[in-house]
């Protein structure tokens, strides 16, 4: 999310985190997982669990093999159904069922959810779709588990700056929701609070305010006033109101936030390093610039261990700590951060990144800032920056 800071010439970005809610989505048959006793169940049942523990690498290669493994399975299976119905024996109970499909597709929403969460949108969007296609071919509709799949699709397409498609698969996922759920249910939250950040990365505030103020109505309701889940939403709206300058309304909603996270999820968890983030950003805005440095560091140290040195998730931290120690007048560090994002850049992983862009931007001007003209194309450059159309 970005919010202009005067600098030069053109503006800084600031980086508030808005968090999704991590809900699990089940996909269901009779109620329950479909678990059964074979390889394939036991290596989804790890990779969800992998990803569970933002162990993303052991989770993408476990859900791999999954889906590896059931996709030559439905594919014989297809086919000695093919040869039934060629043969005329179409009376035949069928040899494929809902599990089969309903398997491979749970494989494809949790991998597609993992490469969102690496920042690999396109290759996320391929395997929401492949789920989606496996629901539809299955012996009914499944409409909820579509929604999963939707929303999943909705907030990728969203990362990409693609809203207009994203709002298609949000708005569509959350009426199947709204047709076939109980009022106020945690899954109808969940798709009130996507649309709420579509509008917010869109700018319609006055939109995203009031579907969020409804999400965390419908969250605080279901699950409790001091759930995971309303401790989101209030991030979320407080990141709406970080966004319009009001920092006395933003600041309580991410320390009753940052408050929930320390107690549910511990000190150490990505959802508290983001929301630590945000309270910095507030302190920054006002030029409580201590108070932000302290904090700053504590998200960096968290996001350090949870992903390593050189993940481009640490893009959005080391952008703010730049923009930090610049208006402090620390040119110096203000470039070691800089040139940290610049070298994960150069690695060429998750270039994708909102944030890891938006640092990239920042550290040109920061050099135009200074006069560093050759430098600053040279960046610009590598980071495919057109200088004509940066002011």
């Not at 709420?196 to 419908?218: D, R």
């Amino acid at each position: 999310m970005a919010s202009n800071e005067s600098q030069g010439k053109r503006s800084f970005f600031m980086q508030p985190r808005f968090v999704m809610p991590v809900l699990a989505v089940s996909l269901l048959v009779g109620g329950a997982f479909l678990y059964m006793n074979n390889d394939a169940d036991f290596l989804l049942k790890d990779g969800v669990n992998a990803a569970k523990s933002n162990d993303l690498a052991k989770a993408q290669a476990d859900l791999s093999r999954v889906i590896e493994k059931e996709s030559d399975r439905v594919q014989d299976l297809e086919a000695k159904l093919d040869k039934d119905v060629k043969a005329g024996n179409d009376d035949k109970p069928a040899i494929i069922n809902d599990a089969h499909y309903d398997r491979l597709a749970r494989a494809y929403y949790e991998r597609g959810d993992v490469l969102r969460r690496l920042g690999r949108q396109d290759e996320a969007q391929a395997d929401f779709q492949r789920a989606m296609d496996m629901h539809q071919k299955e012996m009914r509709p499944y409409l909820l588990k579509m929604s999963a799949n939707l929303n999943g699709l909705g907030q990728s397409l969203m990362a990409q700056g693609k809203f207009g498609p994203a709002e298609d698969a949000l708005e569509k996922g959350l009426n199947i929701r709204e047709d076939n759920l109980a009022p106020g249910s945690l899954q109808i939250a969940e798709s009130e609070n996507s649309l709420g950040q579509l509008y917010f990365e869109s700018g319609h505030y006055g939109e995203a305010e009031a579907i969020l103020k409804e999400a965390q109505g419908h969250y605080e309701k279901s699950a409790g006033v001091e759930s995971i889940e309303a401790a989101n939403v209030r991030n979320n709206l407080a990141s709406l109101y970080f966004m319009q300058g009001k920092y006395s309304q933003a600041e309580p909603l991410f320390k009753w936030s940052l408050a929930v996270f320390e107690k549910n999820k511990g000190a150490d968890s990505i959802d508290t390093a983001n929301v630590v983030n945000n309270i910095a950003e507030v302190y920054r805005a006002q030029k409580r610039y201590t108070e932000a440095g302290e904090l700053y560091a504590r998200a960096l140290r968290i996001d350090e261990k949870a992903f390593g040195a050189q993940s481009p998730n640490l893009a959005g931290i080391l952008n703010n700590m730049a923009l930090l120690a610049n208006a402090q007048g620390n040119k110096e560090l203000a470039e070691t951060y800089f040139r940290r994002i610049a070298g994960i850049y150069e690695r060429g992983e998750g270039r994708e990144n909102a944030s890891l862009a938006s640092g990239m931007r920042n550290y040109v001007d920061f050099l135009q800032a200074q006069g560093r003209q050759n430098e600053a194309q040279s960046v610009a450059r590598k980071a495919n920056i057109n200088l004509a159309s940066a002011y």
